[in-house]
């Protein structure tokens, strides 16, 4: 038992820690971080990581590097909330950008794709099993698994927008705490683990003793963090369109990025389609095949599935370099791409955060998110589905029947290996319990043994 809250230090290892891990897409992420500050840590409760996990998951952006910054806000108030925000991004930045270097320099580097071939064996293995944990603490009767299913059937073969669930979820989750209000009470949302006092978790046991000035709302803090946010995201934007011109390609990226950054609820896989439609047929940054390589980066690499964008963002500044070297022309792009798309995430928390903290132990609110919850169990479901499909198989085709999708894979395109890799990442880490950095490394080294053994 930790009377105390972690020492800044302390924290910063264990952000930095989850940065490195944070692979597997939304799901192992929040389950990442979920067996770090909740089970191993004891910082934070499972009713206040839920609360603020519901939270995130309506805010536009990548919703677990949201929940980290809440949580390093929770603890260690604005310069938490960054390193930890800032953390989870940083390494799947750097090895984004390496990667799209590698990518424009050297397309025959076939190690790199040796190793890939594993690891996303294993990328797919810890968002299953990331699904698994967060559906058996989120479904706890038989309703929420209902509401799971319908999000699921609505999202994957519907294609009903991410938004449109989520109201959804909210609007049952409302009726019902009027009229059957114990199907909504989770224990993950306005109650506080042992029993009011946080128990043994050091921040909930901390503000219930008033010890975090912090979480209370306060307007005067809430303007100066939006106007400061405000001038950190579109400045640059506005020296960009000063300096070049709105049709100079870095300009015509921070404008299209920063719009992205706001519209990109449900995560990346919600807006993807139309960044591709109009990074390649509207600007040209890049072929459509180009879309896809990018996609495949940032599903086997730390941190949020839409980075992405910075592959494109390296690309469009590669191919239109001006005056400059393509390489450095490229950089510029994706740090630019990378600035304007995340900058909001901390404006959400930050501005935010302390109006939701004091709605924890509202009925109806916390009724909704539980509602919420259960939804988001059907759309992550959806993603890993969706991730597995493209794993497994090379060729998924899309047709329509009336207003029903349907992915069918071409069997003849299955990757028996990845198959074989996946199956074997499973049973280390759900029979095993086996580590993902072990097992990521164990999947590097044995796709790399495939890899060029079936060559």
Request: hydrophobic content about 55%; charged content about 10%.
């Amino acid at each position: 038992m930790k009377p105390d809250l972690p020492s800044f230090r302390e924290a910063l290892g264990v952000w930095l820690k989850i940065g490195l891990l944070s692979f597997g897409g939304p799901a192992g992420q929040i389950a990442l971080m979920h067996r770090v500050l909740v089970d191993e840590k004891r910082w934070i409760s499972e009713g206040r990581f839920l609360h603020a996990l519901n939270y995130a998951m309506l805010l536009p952006g990548p919703e677990a590097q949201q929940l980290a910054t809440y949580c390093g806000w929770l603890m260690h108030r604005t310069l938490g909330g960054l390193a930890a925000g800032i953390l989870f991004v940083l390494p799947g930045a750097i090895v984004m950008l390496v990667l799209s270097i590698l990518y424009t320099g050297f397309r025959n580097a076939s190690l790199v794709e040796a190793i890939f071939f594993g690891v996303k064996a294993a990328v797919l293995a810890v968002v299953i099993q990331a699904v698994l944990r967060i559906g058996a603490r989120a479904l706890q009767n038989r309703l929420m698994v209902l509401i799971a299913a319908v999000a699921f059937v609505a999202i994957f073969f519907f294609a009903v927008p991410f938004p449109a669930i989520i109201a959804g979820a909210a609007l049952i989750g409302a009726a019902g705490a009027r009229i059957r209000p114990s199907l909504f009470a989770s224990g993950g949302h306005g109650s506080d683990d042992g029993g009011g006092t946080g128990g043994d978790y050091a921040v909930d046991r901390m503000l219930a003793s008033g010890a975090l000035e912090h979480v209370k709302p306060s307007l005067k803090r809430a303007l100066s963090v939006t106007a400061i946010c405000l001038v950190l995201w579109l400045g640059p934007i506005a020296v960009l369109a000063n300096a070049l011109g709105p049709a100079h390609v870095f300009t015509q990226e921070g404008l299209f990025f920063a719009k992205m950054a706001v519209v990109t609820f449900g995560g990346a896989y919600a807006v993807l389609a139309y960044v591709a439609q109009q990074a390649v047929e509207v600007y040209g940054w890049l072929a459509p095949g180009e879309m896809l390589d990018g996609l495949g980066m940032a599903e086997t690499t730390p941190g949020p599935l839409i980075m992405v964008v910075q592959h494109v963002g390296f690309l469009a500044g590669f191919r239109n370099p001006g005056t400059l070297d393509p390489m450095v022309a490229g950089t510029l792009g994706a740090a630019l791409t990378t600035w304007v798309t995340f900058v909001p995430c901390f404006l959400w928390i930050f501005l935010g955060a302390p109006y939701i903290e004091t709605l924890r132990g509202n009925r109806v609110l916390n009724a909704s998110l539980t509602a919420i919850t259960a939804a988001v169990v059907g759309v992550i479901l959806n993603l890993a589905v969706w991730f597995g499909l493209h794993t497994i198989f090379a060729t998924v085709t899309e047709t329509a029947f009336g207003a029903v999708r349907l992915f069918v894979p071409d069997w003849q395109s299955i990757d028996v290996a990845i198959l074989i890799l996946t199956v074997a990442a499973l049973v280390a880490t759900l029979r095993f319990r086996l580590g993902m950095l072990p097992t990521l490394a164990v999947s590097a080294v044995l796709g790399i043994v495939c890899f060029y053994g079936l060559k």
